[in-house]
């Protein structure tokens, strides 16, 4: 057994749920492309949640072959939660993700592995340039992907695909939470790794199970974007959106009731009859942007608060180490 010091070459980290059928053909694939390399190797399975015959596979598997690792959740978590767990666990100079259906090839490790070792990237991005997904899936990725690069100003493609190389030092300094697994070069980027690489990969259909990823998930990842979209732009710095929209609106507000204000005072000096101030419609649009301007900062000053204390986002409970 390895212990936490020993380094390694490769680890492979793979999240999978309900992937029985895949886990013993993908696993002996692995294990062929590492010998043939002739590397030391670990392949991490985080079963996460699955209630099929899984975790069992998982167990067999790790019995007949040490480098075999299993980690298994309490319950489903998500994806990102699975990788961030298999993240923690991994030795490897490199680390290598994979989904467990066999949509992803093993084949391309030595590639990947290639490009972080002797190219120094910080990370290589598969790039499914043809895939096997149905219009459903491959469409709204199409919006994803063309948003994300905008935000971040990362040139890549395929920012969701499953099949990514990292140094060891990447997975470690990141924290993928929610649905961020779609965003992980974003978060690389912000983390400081700046040398992000992308990689053509084959893709396949899926040969056994169904996708996990349904309409839910879609609406999940969508509020992930809008807040990595929040981060990219103000990062820690929330005040400085809520902040400087509350001051404007309270700016307005008080300069609309300065101008009634004043304006009522120069009736009364000049003796003339005038309305009330609470009769005109201005009083009330300022009085509500003073008001609304008051309780943006306040939100500003409050996402600040939670920003600094950094609550750790991942709550997931492990049931098993193998
Ligand atoms: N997965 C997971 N937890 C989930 C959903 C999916 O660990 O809650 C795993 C799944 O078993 C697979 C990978 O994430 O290994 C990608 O899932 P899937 O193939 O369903 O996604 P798709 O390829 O359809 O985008
Ligand atoms: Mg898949």
Redesign the pocket.
Known sequence: MLSKTDKIDLSVVVPLYNEEESLGELTAWIVKVANELQISYEIIMVDDGSNDDSWNVVRRLSESNPCVKGIRFRRNYGKSAALHCGFLQAVGDVVVTM?A?L?DSPDEIPELMRMIREEGYDMVSGWKKKRFDPPGKTIPSRIFNYTARKVSGIRLHDFNC?LKAYKNEVVKSIEVYGEMHRYIPILAKRAGFNKIGEKIVHHRE?KYGV?KFGLERFVRGFLDLMSIMFISRFGNRPMHLFGSLGTLTFIAGFLAALWLGLRKLWFVYQGIEAPLVTNSPYFYISLTCMILGTQLFMAGFIAELVGRTRPDRNNYQIREIL
């Open positions: 989904d259906d949509q499953g899926r996708t």
